[in-house]
Nanobody, 124 residues
Framework: EVQVVESGGGLVQAGGSLRLSCAVSGFTFDDYAVGWFRQAPGKECEGVSCISGRDGSTYYADSVKGRFTISIDNAKKKVYLQMNSLKPEDTAVYYC?????????????????WGKGTLVTVSS
């Protein structure tokens, strides 16, 4: 059974950093892409970043490019989202998702396996 579990959310001041973790089970990274989405109150869900376990290619939304970095730790079976230079508009529930896909384009079309989310709050 494929499972993804997020952790690492919290309260941080603007300009600060947080690292989100996504612990995965039930699949190997070779065959899957893992992405991060976020949803702020009253806003649509946004695909933030994605990484292909097959070739390591990455995707970032324009809103986070240059500030966020996604990575895989194969040994720990975790995917990380390092978030730097955080802004109040980054406040949202962040979700980790996985799908059996080789391309990071999957983030644009929907992903099958979702975690329950972790809240990130950035104060001004």
């Amino acid at each position: 059974e494929v499972q993804v579990v997020e952790s690492g959310g919290g309260l941080v001041q603007a300009g600060g950093s947080l690292r989100l973790s996504c612990a995965v089970s039930g699949f190997t990274f070779d065959d899957y892409a893992v992405g991060w989405f976020r949803q702020a109150p009253g806003k649509e869900c946004e695909g933030v970043s994605c990484i292909s376990g097959r070739d390591g290619s990455t995707y970032y939304a324009d809103s986070v490019k240059g500030r966020f970095t996604i990575s895989i730790d194969n040994a720990k079976k975790k995917v990380y989202l390092q978030m730097n230079s955080l802004k109040p508009e980054d406040t949202a529930v962040y979700y980790c998702a996985a799908d059996r896909a080789g391309s990071v384009d999957v983030i644009k079309y929907g992903m099958n396996y979702w975690g329950k989310g972790t809240l990130v709050t950035v104060s001004s």
